[in-house]
């Protein structure tokens, strides 16, 4: 019944089934399963990196831009879990309220609820169901995640790994994850020192690896200020023609859907 809802573009409806998922509700799962044939149309774009790079003044710019261009949104911001309540502490929420008035812009806050690699588990039934609703465009935020916590580029199809000029001395260290897995890098604060350093190493090092022809590119932004947002989104879009132009449009989408059966399937069995 939900799903019919969902599918007619109903947001309460959404927001129920979303909650469901949270919940962790045998029969949201499968209300999300009459979904699945119905989506794939939207973009996801993953926005990762270490905690204070900046992450939620990123997406409440882009989806400052993409409203400019008329694109129908989708947000996913997974926050860290409260010890008291087991709710989302909804710190990054709280920063995106100015678009909380736009119909053409869905925020859903999921708490971690324990799970680790930078996503909760509902997610990835989250991200679905705004797929369902016609977002063209869905930006989901990781919780600040390290070298190994890779479960973005799982979700995503283009995986936006955002880094700051501190970052610099950890740069070998990132190579064990986000660093190979990334496909546009951002470099954020770049007005702070150390940026050119920081640049120089990352270009260097992205410099050396492809993927299917793909050179990562480096985007210097400063988030806050709004600097570097547009060219940001040229490169989004330009990772999204490769992917099309390769054959590769629906690689993403198959990572995402078999990796959360996994996961689903692990909690439900648990």
């Known amino acids: ?20 998922l949270e919940e962790g509700e045998g029969w949201a799962f499968r209300e999300l399963s009459k979904l699945i044939p119905h989506t794939g149309g939207a973009h996801v774009v993953g926005i990762t990196g270490p905690p204070g790079a900046g992450k939620s003044t990123l ?16 947000v996913v911001l997974v926050d860290p879990t409260s010890p008291f309540t087991g709710g989302a502490i909804l710190g990054d929420r709280a920063r995106m309220q100015r678009h909380s008035s736009d119909r ?57 790994v955002l880094l700051t000029p501190a970052q610099g001395d950890d740069l070998q260290m990132l190579k064990a994850g ?18 050119e ?31 570097g947002v547009e060219e940001l989104l040229e490169r989004i879009e330009q990772h999204r023609a490769f992917l099309e132009r390769k054959g590769l449009r629906g690689e993403g989408r198959r990572r995402r859907l078999r990796r959360g059966f996994e996961k689903i399937l692990e909690h439900l069995l648990r």
Do not use: C
């Open 1 to 20: 019944m939900l799903a019919e809802k969902v599918l007619e573009g109903d947001l309460k409806a959404a927001s129920q089934l979303m909650r469901a």
């Open 59 to 74: 997406v409440d710019r882009l989806i400052e831009v993409l409203r400019g261009r008329g694109k129908e949104v989708g």
């Open 104 to 160: 053409g812009v869905f925020i859903r806050s999921l708490a971690t609820r324990g799970e680790t690699g930078g996503l909760s588990l509902s997610a990835w039934g989250v991200l679905e169901v705004m797929d369902a609703l016609g977002k063209e465009y869905i930006l989901f935020e990781t919780i600040g995640v390290g070298q190994d916590e890779i479960e973005a580029h799982h979700a995503a199809d283009t995986e936006v």
């Open 178 to 195: 986000l660093f190979e897995t990334g496909h546009i890098f951002v470099l954020n604060k770049a007005d702070l020192e150390g940026a």
């Open 197 to 227: 350093r920081m640049e120089g190493l990352l270009r260097a090092a992205l410099a050396m690896r492809t993927e299917g022809d793909w050179t990562p590119p480096v985007v210097l932004t400063q988030a806050h200020r709004g600097v």
